[in-house]
T-cell receptor, first 113, second 112 residues
Framework: DAGITQSPRHKVTETGTPVTLRCHQTENHRYMYWYRQDPGHGLRLIHYSYGVKDTDKGEVSDGYSVSRSKTEDFLLTLESATSSQTSVYFC????????????FGQGTRLTVV | EDQVTQSPEALRLQEGESSSLNCSYTVSGLRGLFWYRQDPGKGPEFLFTLYSAGEEKEKERLKATLTKKESFLHITAPKPEDSATYLCAVPIHGGSQGNLIFGKGTKLSVKP
């Protein structure tokens, strides 16, 4: 698991409430990523970080924000959760930009009711 | 547009029945093709990276190969414990190795 811990592992929340998911890594990897996985779509990139306080948008970033104040932590926030954000969220880390592979956490299953 | 397509969506095999999974891709300037295995309720687990056409990598009963347009994951004499969803991914053009486009996966079931 490359020392990646996601929390919580499961969460049920109501529409319109803010939600924050946490990814914590112990590998000192520079790059961190948030993906969502939905039936029929596969894994899609939400946001990523290439260093502390350096973040950028991925393919499906609308409705999400991220923050990275420390190397080891990458937070994903749903400002106002909607039912379309019901999904399984995965965090991944990467040691360097090239000639390496990303390692994934165990996922957070989020249900918005 | 960068794209990854996997086939078949699902594959059912008898134990010992060898087969292959396909991953076709279109990307500007391939910088690696990744294979992952995902078990239910778990995150993707890295299997292989292939960087150039003609390259092959093996791990136990799995062998991955790469051409200029597609990759194959060959499974030789599979066992029930090989049952999982196999994912293929390529880096987005201009992005790091973690900015990935994934195929939708092939769900493999191996029956004893």
């Amino acid at each position: 698991d490359a020392g990646i811990t996601q929390s919580p592992r499961h969460k049920v929340t109501e529409t319109g409430t803010p939600v924050t998911l946490r990814c914590h890594q112990t590998e000192n990897h520079r790059y961190m990523y948030w993906y969502r996985q939905d039936p029929g779509h596969g894994l899609r990139l939400i946001h990523y970080s290439y260093g502390v306080k350096d973040t950028d948008k991925g393919e499906v970033s609308d409705g999400y924000s991220v923050s990275r104040s420390k190397t080891e932590d990458f937070l994903l926030t749903l400002e106002s959760a909607t039912s379309s954000q019901t999904s399984v969220y995965f965090c991944a880390t990467l040691d360097r930009a090239m000639n390496t592979e990303a390692f994934f956490g165990q996922g957070t299953r989020l249900t918005v009711v | 547009e960068d794209q990854v397509t996997q086939s078949p969506e699902a594959l059912r095999l008898q134990e010992g029945e060898s087969s292959s999974l396909n991953c076709s891709y279109t990307v500007s300037g391939l910088r690696g093709l990744f294979w992952y295995r995902q078990d239910p309720g778990k995150g993707p687990e890295f299997l292989f990276t292939l960087y150039s056409a003609g390259e092959e990598k093996e791990k136990e009963r799995l062998k991955a190969t790469l051409t200029k347009k597609e990759s194959f994951l060959h499974i030789t004499a599979p066992k029930p414990e090989d049952s999982a969803t196999y994912l293929c991914a390529v880096p987005i053009h201009g992005g790091s190795q973690g900015n990935l486009i994934f195929g939708k996966g092939t769900k493999l079931s191996v029956k004893p």
